[in-house]
């Protein structure tokens, strides 16, 4: 895991770090936070509740894996308004993910790619009209796994907040 803790700092993540599955804890609070729909994306992207797989289901898939890597990318904000630097950040977060998951996946078929927010893949997501146009490419958030961001950092040696004037969007990829 170190090696891909490693390689990931080099590919351009800000922090990286191992995970162990173990930590994760699927919650029906953090579903009960996607109803409230402060996104806008809630029964309108394939990838978000409700229209993901049920919380019974996720926690279903989560405990198949063992073990994975947190990667995370930190902005630095000219000012707690810096609303620009925070969608840079987010984006690079995206961009990223998505590359590393790429070359990943060659070495670990069958990895599970928990992104930040609602997938992006497509500009304007097919649900609910029509089936989703990428699904080996969709990812879901942590999130919608019912999982709490800042716990699943922590209880792995990650900080969630890095100071004043930042912000750290994460995701991570869970491995067999």
């Known amino acids: 895991m170190d090696k891909i803790v490693r390689r990931a700092i080099e590919f351009g993540f800000s922090h990286a770090g191992t995970l162990d599955a173990a930590t994760l804890e699927v919650r029906q609070e953090v579903r009960d936070m996607c109803r409230v729909d402060k996104c806008g994306r809630y029964g309108k992207n394939w990838m978000c509740p409700p229209k993901c797989a049920t919380l019974k289901e996720q926690a279903a898939i989560v405990s198949r894996y063992k073990s994975g890597i947190i990667v995370q990318t930190t902005g630095n904000l000219e000012d707690d308004f810096d609303y620009e630097t925070m969608l840079e950040a987010e984006n690079q977060q995206k961009k990223l993910f ?6 990943l996946v060659l070495e670990y078929p069958g990895l599970l790619a928990l992104g930040n927010g609602a997938c992006t893949v497509c500009d304007i997501c097919t649900c609910p009209d029509a089936p989703c146009r990428f699904p080996d490419m969709a990812v879901s958030s942590m999130e919608a796994y019912g999982l709490i961001v ?5 209880k792995n ?6 100071g004043p004037r930042t912000i750290t969007y994460t995701g991570c990829f869970l491995l067999f």
Request: proline fraction near 0%; hydrophobic fraction near 35%.
């Open 98 to 103: 998505a590359a590393f998951r790429d070359k």
């Open 150 to 154: 800042s716990d699943a950092a922590e």
């Open 157 to 162: 040696g990650l900080k969630y907040y890095y």
